[in-house]
């Protein structure tokens, strides 16, 4: 799906955007009943450096301080980080959690954030967009991955095969869609073209969610079975252990 | 449960444990570990590859004293499959940083955590679980610091803070570093072997210091303290840190942070190469700023503007 058949789909009402230097998207749009939307995203397969990252924490920290409560849409046909020397050099860690920060701040301002991924994100910029946002879900296309399976394949010294034979057995570690959803890290998949206006807006009518709920996700999906249990159990001994100090 | 650690035989943070740095930076005696190893919290997941599992995923959790305050401790191990973050090895961390979110307001509850950060980011064999772990863990943390909770990194361990490390690290409220402390997100190895030798020599060990290393970090404002490589020297950093003011997590916060961010592209986004940037800052030493004792560097860091600074 093409990103203008996906903004035509999902806002059949009208939206306008635009695409801004190191592919960030930023515009408007109608959903609803008549109700206004920002439109943020990181487009055009592009990789995520410093300028980038900076470029579109700015336009969240416009949406919170102009336009208080709006729902934020973030559209991502994205790469990884962007893997430069100089962005390294230059503190890229710092703008993407600076990016991260934004995103979550604009969650406790009570905006809602949803993002959709009709491309590929991966790794430290999936973690500064996508999994940064209240509620994330994939059109078909979409591609979110830590690494793609060769470069896994030659850092931990593993035969490509067998991790693709491995992958048949775990969602936990291979790339793509179809393991993102039973951990809990992507909450739906919109498969019909049609139906994405309402989806959309049903989606941003439900009541925010105040907690994270992707480890509960992922371990009624069965792909996450034991994170939820292990967090748990530590916030029960350091319970535990206050009432013992 | 109540652990005897064993104090560290050289007093390096670089040559220590987890456990070591654990012993040396909280006051005697007043450690108590959540989780721990005879809990045998293990990854379900590295049997699959064949490797071998820790009794504590290679992280340690728990609760203690640092000069008689309550504070909450999380300390990843860089020996153990590179101190990664895996399944467990994160649900341990989001756990620690869920009960400072929901519990700082007790009369003894601790209102600090200490983050000793040791790793390459997520553990591929654990990949897809590991970078969502990652992402509960900013978002924990980020609630912690927001209900007003301080989150001190300390970064000067074999492993650095890479990938989500180097992202989680820059999340939290104040960053101590030592000059062994790298912190990046592509690691030089990485960047190698996705864009080629001559984008980042990973071999190029002056390159790869001066470009990821704590000196760096520090005068760019990525660390707001630095420590020199002994733990009683990031003990020291973290109580001047607790004393001297936590930035909250607000708007006023990030559009601080914003602007400067915003500077450092400004100023330095054309430089190639950190000797470049020293040159910028009009810094005395810029030629050898690599070769400075850990005291004559910490007085140019603290004289330094780009380098101090409230928005984190």
Sequence with gaps: MTRAELLDALFPAGHATRVEADGILVGTATYGQNETVAVLGLVEQTPLGVEGALALAEHVLEIIRHSPGRPIVVLIDAQSQRMRRRDELLGLNEYLAHLTKCFLLASQRGHRTLGIIFGRIAAGAFIATGLALDQLVAVPGGDPMVMDL???????????????TLAKDTPVFAPGLAHALPIGAVQEVWEN??????????ALQEPRPTRDERAALGLARGGRLHAAEIARRVEQEAVAAAAHD | MKNALV???????????ARERISGLLDAGTFHEFLGPTARAVSPHLALFDLPEAFDDGIIVGRGKLQGRAVLVAAQEGRFMGGTFGEVHGAKLVGLLRYARDHHAEATSPRAVLLLLDTGGVRLQEANVGELAVSEIIRALVEARAAGVAVIALVGGRAGAFGGGGILAACCSRVVISEQGRTSVSGPEVIETNMGAEEFDSLDRPLVWRTTGGKTRRLLGGAGAYAADRIESFRAAALALLDGGIPAFDLATLAREQARLAERLEKFGACQDAPEIWQRMRLA??????????????QIAQAQPEANHDAR
Excluded at chain 1, 150 to 164: F, G, H, M, Y
Excluded at chain 2, 285 to 298: G, S, T, V
């Design chain 1, 150 to 164: 060769p470069s896994i394949a030659r850092v931990t010294k593993l035969p490509l095969d067998r991790l693709e």
């Design chain 1, 193 to 202: 073209p049609v139906e994405l206006s309402a989806k959309l807006a049903a």
């Design chain 2, 7 to 17: 104090p560290s035989r050289t007093g390096s943070w670089y040559e220590a444990t």
């Design chain 2, 285 to 298: 030493d810029a030629a050898r700023i690599a070769d400075l004792a850990d005291e004559d560097f910490n």
